[in-house]
């Protein structure tokens, strides 16, 4: 039945049904570090520190992120096309394989938690209170986070046979759970102690592994397309291969996040303390829409490789044409709201002064380049799709690393020698960034296209 639907529903509307699920999923993962950050910005005494450590925190929490989704994103792509053929030991495999490599995904994640942490930290700030708060977050984060890893493969077998929906109940139930520990823990309610930064750290992976259980009762209760057992997770060489031949480009785009904040933390801690914070609350809000459009793109990917597998040109071009629109209008949407909240949102995350006014300055100008991101992740979901992932490897670096850091660093050279005033030029690397990179991925897509599109019936 699931199949007939993939195959024969309006891709329109398919991709709607499937995609506003994901979007919600992916906006309550960014809910996360917002909720996260807002809390712990207005603790009595060192709030605005707080921030700043949660900050220097961001790019190893993307990371797992990157890793996970990415490895998900690759079994994801694989199980829809070998459902679109018909063959269900591949797709059953494809799951099975992804659990154990988000066994070892999780084991290398503590042991860095464990011994890791603090080198990371130390490396971006001398400060010993910022220090420490962001190396506690850490490693709570690190050492506790099989509820992350785990859930993302059943979020997207749950996503790749179309029961997107119940990923999202999963997403909500943690989400919530997450908001309503977070004060309890952060601020010591209900006669608890007050914990801080570390009780905003254990609110969250007890939100995960809220989100895990949930999904993992889903999938194996609801998905009748696949088999499961454990001669389904023993490690095949051939099926590794062919997650990460899709899915290696996705970690690595993700993980491109992580490096390019990281960077981008040493770059302006050049500056300041107050850039470095105004960027991190800035990031962690632009996260909530750009999360909207790897949401959709996570609909892209299955549908128009779930068509693709089966052969179908007209309906893998309605795939490209619905995720292209629905996408831009996303982010069209992105923009008005960035534009809107930029005065008040610095002020509910306690932001005042120099710092409130630069994290507002931010979400003015780098909201200008979200149309290009959004058609940059459209197209990459679309080049997942087809087999095309080194071409979408090639957006991601362009987009978060080549064109991003040098040209920050040249901008944060001039405002370190004229001041604050100027700090525009650094927000304006954004729009930069992503205008190059679409007029590269157009190229590209119209390589793809020839080959991989044009050639089915």
């Known amino acids: 039945m699931e199949q ?10 398919l991709m709607l049904g499937m995609g506003i699920p994901m979007i919600l ?11 996260d950050s807002a809390f712990v910005a207005n603790m009595p005494v060192g709030g605005e520190q707080a921030l700043n450590a949660l900050t220097l925190a961001f790019p190893v929490q993307m990371l797992m992120v990157a890793v996970s989704i990415g490895t998900g994103v690759g079994m994801n792509a694989l199980m ?3 459902l679109g053929q018909g063959d269900r030991q591949t797709a059953s495999r494809a799951v099975g394989n992804t659990i154990f490599l988000s066994g070892v995904i999780y084991l290398v994640f503590l042991l860095f938690g464990i011994f890791g942490a603090g080198a990371y930290v130390s490396s971006q700030s001398g400060n010993p209170g910022i220090t420490r708060m ?5 490693r709570i984060c690190c050492t506790l986070s099989f509820g992350m890893i785990f859930f993302s493969v059943f979020e997207k077998s749950l996503q790749a046979s179309g029961r997107s929906v119940y990923s999202t109940i999963a997403q909500i ?3 919530l759970t997450n908001i309503a520990l977070d004060p ?3 601020y010591g309610w209900l006669g608890l102690p007050e914990m801080g930064v570390v009780g905003a750290a254990t609110a969250t992976v007890i939100g995960q592994v809220v989100s895990c259980l949930l999904a993992l009762i889903f999938h194996l209760r609801l998905i009748r397309e696949i088999d499961n057992g454990w001669r389904f997770i023993r490690p095949s060489g051939a099926i590794i291969w062919k997650i990460y031949s899709i899915g290696l480009p996705a970690v690595i785009a993700q993980a491109l996040m992580s490096v390019m904040t990281y960077g981008l933390n040493l770059i302006l801690g050049q500056i ?3 850039a470095v914070t105004a960027y991190g609350l800035y990031y962690k809000i632009q996260q909530f829409i750009l999360f909207a459009a790897f949401g959709l793109r996570d609909a892209i990917t299955p549908v128009v490789s779930f068509n693709y597998g089966m052969g179908s040109r007209a309906r893998v071009k309605q795939g490209i044409k619905f995720g292209m629109v629905y996408t831009l209008a996303i982010m069209a949407v992105g923009v008005v709201l960035m534009e809107l909240l930029a005065e008040p949102f610095p002020e509910l995350f306690g932001l005042s002064g120099e710092t409130g006014r630069l994290c507002t300055g931010a979400m003015r100008v780098v909201s200008l380049s979200f149309l290009f991101a959004g058609a940059n992740v459209a197209f990459q979901g679309i080049f997942q799709a087809l087999e095309s992932g080194g071409q979408s490897l090639v957006i991601s670096v362009c987009r978060q690393l080549l064109f991003v850091l040098p040209v920050a660093w ?3 050279q001039a405002v370190i020698s004229s001041g604050l005033d100027n700090m525009w030029l650094v927000w304006l690397t954004f729009l930069i960034a992503e205008g190059l990179s679409a007029v590269i991925a157009l190229v590209l897509m119209r390589g793809i296209f020839r080959k991989r599109v044009a050639v089915l019936k």
């Open 25 to 35: 999923s992916m906006m309550l993962q960014a809910v996360y570090n917002i909720v």
């Open 134 to 138: 962001s190396e506690e977050y850490i």
């Open 184 to 186: 309890v823990l952060i």
């Open 80 to 82: 829809s096309r070998s």
């Open 4 to 13: 007939n639907k993939m195959a024969t529903a309006p891709v329109g509307r």
């Open 272 to 274: 300041g303390e107050s």
């Open 173 to 175: 139930a943690g989400a």
């Open 410 to 412: 040249g901008f944060s």
